[in-house]
């Protein structure tokens, strides 16, 4: 199975900073890479696939990049509602295996 | 609207069986493949099954031999029996459909999209 590894587990920034959060996959998986945001009692939210294609309707400060097996999502200016837990997930093979999570803190 | 509800959750003794359901409103559960993941207290995502939209169905080692996925066109619901529940198995179980967008699947692997709210399952004496 191929793993999944994000960094920094926590991340504490203030709004209007930007902020990169790092998903590094065991093997490559080419652009096979979805990010989804979670906020507490909810459930994940999808928001970038193949790496770095916005899903309709998220705010284009979100944006990710990366190919093979370094990725990563930016939040270009955080704004109040982006304060959350962040999924990555490869795709290119079966089971697609989520990362551990990056909380996104409020500073 | 595309929409997924899921219930059945509660506590239930270890060793003890549930049932979980998923209803899907706005697409037709036995055309898609359907998954479940799950989120133990505090910790992150777990994929556990998959039901593709034929008839091939994959598990998670961890509940391989334990759970049966299964679905009901006329009802267009999803179900998860659990059986031989352990501590370990507690967590929110959500229901989620695997993506039907160019981009969102690399052959039999998707991302998911969406997602239902999740139900609690409790293992405990």
């Known amino acids: 199975d191929i793993q999944m590894t994000q960094s920094p587990s926590t991340l504490s920034a203030s709004v209007g900073d930007r902020v990169t959060i790092t998903c590094r996959a065991s093997q490559s998986i080419s652009t096979w890479l979805a990010w989804y945001q979670q906020k507490p009692g909810k459930a994940p939210k999808f928001l970038i696939y193949k790496a770095s294609n916005l899903e309709s309707g998220v705010p284009s400060r979100f944006s990710g990049s990366g190919s093979g097996t370094d990725f990563t999502l930016t939040i270009s200016s955080l704004q109040p509602d982006d304060f959350a837990t962040y999924y990555c997930?490869?795709?290119?093979?079966?089971?697609?295996?989520f990362g551990q999570g990056t909380k996104l803190e409020i500073k | 609207e595309v929409q997924l509800v899921e219930s059945g959750g509660g506590l239930i003794q270890p060793g003890g069986s549930l049932r979980l359901s998923c209803v899907a409103s706005?697409?037709?559960?036995?055309?898609?493949?359907m998954n479940w993941v799950r989120q133990a207290p505090g910790k992150g995502l777990e994929w556990v099954s998959v039901i593709y939209s034929g008839t091939t169905i994959y598990y998670a080692e961890s509940v391989k031999g334990r759970f049966i996925v299964s679905r009901d066109s006329s009802k267009n619901t999803l179900y998860l029996q659990m059986n031989s529940l352990r501590a370990e198995d507690t967590a929110i179980y959500y229901c989620?459909?695997?993506?039907?967008?160019?981009?969102?699947?690399?052959?039999?692997?998707?991302?998911?999209?969406?997602w239902g709210q999740g139900t609690l399952v409790t293992v405990s004496s």
């Open positions: 989620a459909r695997s993506g039907s967008e160019t981009g969102y699947c690399n052959g039999g692997s998707c991302l998911f999209d969406p």
């Open positions: 706005g697409f037709t559960v036995s055309s898609n493949d």
């Open positions: 997930q490869q795709y290119y093979t079966y089971p697609g295996r």
